[in-house]
């Protein structure tokens, strides 16, 4: 009986364990986008080691190749001396990497938008959508993140 018990507790600590472990994706995109819109429907922004690009597009069904979002890179953000963009990046809990959703609520599905986040580490390429308020239980921000670092993005693009 108590190796059962041990057996079983071990579970919930290694979710909790992968929880709380946050790495950094070799590359994320984020961005908010709207599917019934005239004018700008979504702005993606790709962020890997050496550039930022930003994209923003009137056909967000559009930008999907084989079910991949395809960022054609309308302004990018290289600047010099700046070593690495890790800060612009979303820390991405271990645990969404195992998630099986691709989406968390209902994203636009009332005409309100939704956020899109990607990101790949080791090769491995996830991709979320997802409804302000409907966030995963174990990345609560992730919605304020993705408006914070399109936030500190647009501010350098002003520059």
């Given at each position: ?5 041990g057996?079983l507790l071990?579970i919930?600590?290694?979710i909790v364990?992968l929880?709380l472990?946050?790495?950094?994706p ?15 429907c979504?702005t ?9 690009l ?8 559009f930008?999907?190749?084989?079910e991949?979002?395809?960022i054609?890179g309308?302004?990018?953000i ?14 991405v ?17 009332y005409?309100q938008?939704g956020?899109?986040f990607?990101?790949?580490?080791l ?6 959508q997802?409804?302000?308020?409907e966030?995963?239980i174990y990345y ?5 993140d ?5 936030k500190?993005i647009?501010e350098?693009?002003?520059?």
């Open positions: 009986m108590k190796k059962l018990l057996k071990i919930p600590v290694f364990g929880s472990i946050e790495v950094t070799n590359k994320t995109t984020f961005g908010f986008f709207a599917g019934m819109c005239d004018g700008n979504a993606m922004y790709e962020v890997s080691d050496k550039t930022i930003v994209d923003t597009t009137s056909f967000w069904d930008r999907f190749k084989d991949k979002l395809e054609l309308q302004k990018i290289n600047q010099e001396g700046i070593k690495d963009y890790d800060f612009y990046k979303l820390r809990p271990l645990i969404m990497i195992l998630d099986p959703r691709s989406g968390f609520g209902c994203p636009d599905c005409d938008g956020y899109f990607e990101f790949e580490i090769g491995i390429k996830r991709q979320f997802i409804d302000k308020g966030e995963p609560q921000n992730i919605t304020d993705i408006r914070h670092n399109i500190i647009n350098q693009l002003i520059k």
